[in-house]
């Protein structure tokens, strides 16, 4: 957070000092975390923003269900950086508050998992118990590139008219998670069966997470636009 703070203001700072550029500043929280919102005018009805965000969860509790022919579950612990940068377009159409946007997000956030297999399972023909496969641990990435979005908005545009006003978004990001786990055999299968094994879950765990590739933006904040 405190990255994206200095970040904004460095780039808030520059804006200022382009004297002819009208431009806005705001503070947010939502569904991508918290941060910062930075906008100028392009004309009387389309603003250009720099959104920037994060948020740090530690502790969530999930159950992955991993195994083919035989199921298990992955009793895990996530301890969750979430955030997004996006370059967005927004249009006010009816020159008022309410806008449309598109533009282009990354979700920069990633998690770390620690957990462990609680039931027997069954990967392609390999059977893995508890006793078989220690701690496991890995990350989930929910990018690696920018991805479309587009949503409605309500805020004060960049411009002559400006002052403090009241802001929110809705709308939708596409995420493309992917998973990496790694485990050390313990009992009376090989390391080979392990890291197969692992292979597995880790498609499964993506399958679960097909669930979030379409996420929710709600955010509410305030802007100033000078």
């Known amino acids: 957070m405190k990255k994206i703070l200095g970040l904004g203001f460095g780039l808030l700072l520059f804006v200022s000092n382009a004297s002819a550029l009208d431009f806005g500043v705001g503070f947010k929280a939502g569904t991508v975390g918290a941060g910062i919102d930075l906008s100028a005018a392009v004309t009387k009805t389309i603003n250009v923003r720099l959104s920037l965000t994060s948020v740090d969860l530690e502790g969530e509790d999930e159950t992955l269900t991993v195994g083919d022919a035989v199921e298990g579950d992955i ?14 377009v927004d249009w006010f159409i009816f020159n008022g508050g309410f806008h449309l946007t598109a533009g282009m997000m990354r979700h920069t ?35 690696d590139s920018y991805q479309p979005y587009i949503g409605v908005g309500w805020g004060r545009k960049a411009g002559k008219n400006g002052g403090l006003s009241f802001t929110a978004d809705i709308g939708i990001a596409l995420l493309d998670p992917s998973v990496e786990l790694d485990a050390t055999a313990t009992g009376g299968v090989t390391q080979a069966d392990v890291d197969a094994s692992l292979r597995e879950m880790e498609d499964d765990a993506e399958d679960e997470l097909d669930d979030f590739e379409a996420w929710p933006v709600l955010a509410i904040g305030v802007n100033y636009a000078f």
């Open 75 to 88: 009793d895990a612990e996530l301890d969750l950086d979430f955030g997004a940068n996006a370059l967005l």
């Open 109 to 143: 956030g990633a998690a770390d998992i620690t957990g462990e297999l609680t039931s027997t399972a069954d990967f392609d023909g390999i059977t893995i118990t508890p006793a078989d496969i220690g701690t496991i641990s890995g990350d989930i990435d929910f990018a």
